[in-house]
């Protein structure tokens, strides 16, 4: 009796421990992906600036022009995040703003510069 407790509990710590090796697996893996993901942000944000540097270099844009184009893209974009649409692969509802599917992982091909830093 007391072997066979022993022995349930010893499996229970096995299974412990292999959940927590799992947990830090995921953990890692989140920690390397934030940051690819901070990493990329740099990106954009470098390339953001460039382009804003080059943008009133060479024309007679304001801050303000540029401030109330950002704020009709966020509106936009806002508005397209809203609207499901159909995962050309697997055709099951995907969000626009996601620009990946969730079931089947298909995924929008990047159109504009700031989307292949
Ligand atoms: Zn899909």
């Excluded at 953001?48 to 540029?66: C, P």
């Amino acid at each position: 009796m007391f072997d066979l407790l022993f022995g349930a509990g010893r499996s229970q710590h096995a299974a412990g421990a292999e959940e927590a090796q799992r947990a830090g697996r995921n953990v890692e893996h989140l920690e390397a992906e934030l940051a690819r993901v901070e990493e990329r942000l740099e990106k954009i944000s470098i390339v953001t600036q460039a382009l804003w540097t080059l943008v009133k270099q060479n024309t007679s844009l304001t801050d303000e022009q540029l401030s109330t184009a950002v704020c009709e893209i966020e509106t936009q974009k806002q508005q397209s995040a809203q609207v499901p649409l159909k995962c050309p692969q697997c055709g099951r509802a995907m969000l626009a703003r996601d620009r990946r599917c969730l079931y089947c992982d298909y995924r929008e091909p990047e159109g504009d510069v700031l989307s292949q830093v």
